[in-house]
Nanobody
């Protein structure tokens, strides 16, 4: 298992950008598929983006396509979420998650075994 710590959240105005980072510790980071989820108050935890072990395959929630970009640096054991053109509806706690990469694509939180503590993103109108 890897341990995950997110950073980079904050309060921004609509249209602004933020970059979230998720630093992993533990062995074998490059063997893990990584994902970002988000959870707004009173709502379920929703898939946002995922990336495979090498960074060659990415997947996104439809509402963030073209605005968000997931990437990773295996040399730094870090995955990123670049968020541009932020909207008030993007407001949520953002979580980083990891699972052993088996070439599948998984959108449910139940498929991920390692989680960070979350970082708050608030977008004002």
């Amino acid at each position: 298992q890897v341990q995950l710590v997110e950073s980079g959240g904050g309060l921004v105005q609509a249209g602004a950008s933020l970059r979230l980072s998720c630093a992993a510790s533990g062995r074998g980071f490059s063997g893990y598929a990584m994902a970002w989820f988000r959870q707004a108050p009173g709502k379920e935890r929703d898939f946002v983006a995922a990336i495979n072990w090498s960074g060659s395959n990415t997947h996104y929630l439809d509402s963030v396509k073209g605005r968000f970009t997931i990437s990773r640096d295996n040399a730094k054991n870090t995955v990123y979420l670049q968020m541009n053109s932020l909207k008030p509806e993007d407001t949520a706690v953002y979580f980083c998650a990891a699972r052993r990469d088996d070439s599948g694509v998984y959108y449910s939180p139940q498929n991920y075994g390692s989680w960070g503590q979350g970082t708050q993103v608030t977008v004002s109108s």
